[in-house]
Nanobody
Framework: QLQLVESGGGLVQPGGSLRLSCVAS????????IGWFRQAPGKEREGVSF????????KYADSVKGRFTISRDNAKDTVYLQMNSLKPEDTAIYYC???????????????????WGQGTQVTVSS
């Protein structure tokens, strides 16, 4: 069983930055693509950013392109989400999740992600 633990959330003013971390344990980390999802109150959970097993491919939702950067350090079993120029509409619980796919295949669909963390709250407010 792959276990994921997020950290780094908090309260930040509009225009500020946060870096989220997702630490994995239990299985070989580089066998998994990792995605960051978020869910705001009353809204569906949506995909934010994704990174492939070796970190050579990344994808972003249009709403965060140019502001968020995803990266991973497989030696540390960790994925990061650097969030800059934060907006109030970025307020949500952020989850990291893992999917196991062959090298070169990565999805952005939450139905394909089998393992999930408990989430970390991000609040953007003045």
């Amino acid at each position: 069983q792959l276990q994921l633990v997020e950290s780094g959330g908090g309260l930040v003013q509009p225009g500020g930055s946060l870096r989220l971390s997702c630490v994995a344990s239990g299985y070989t980390f580089d066998h998994y693509n990792i995605g960051w999802f978020r869910q705001a109150p009353g809204k569906e959970r949506e995909g934010v950013s994704f990174i492939s097993r070796m970190g050579d491919s990344t994808k972003y939702a249009d709403s965060v392109k140019g502001r968020f950067t995803i990266s991973r350090d497989n030696a540390k079993d960790t994925v990061y989400l650097q969030m800059n120029s934060l907006k109030p509409e970025d307020t949500a619980i952020y989850y990291c999740a893992a999917e196991r796919k062959p090298v070169g295949i990565m999805t952005m669909s939450r139905e394909h992600y089998d393992f999930w963390g408990q989430g970390t709250q991000v609040t953007v407010s003045s």
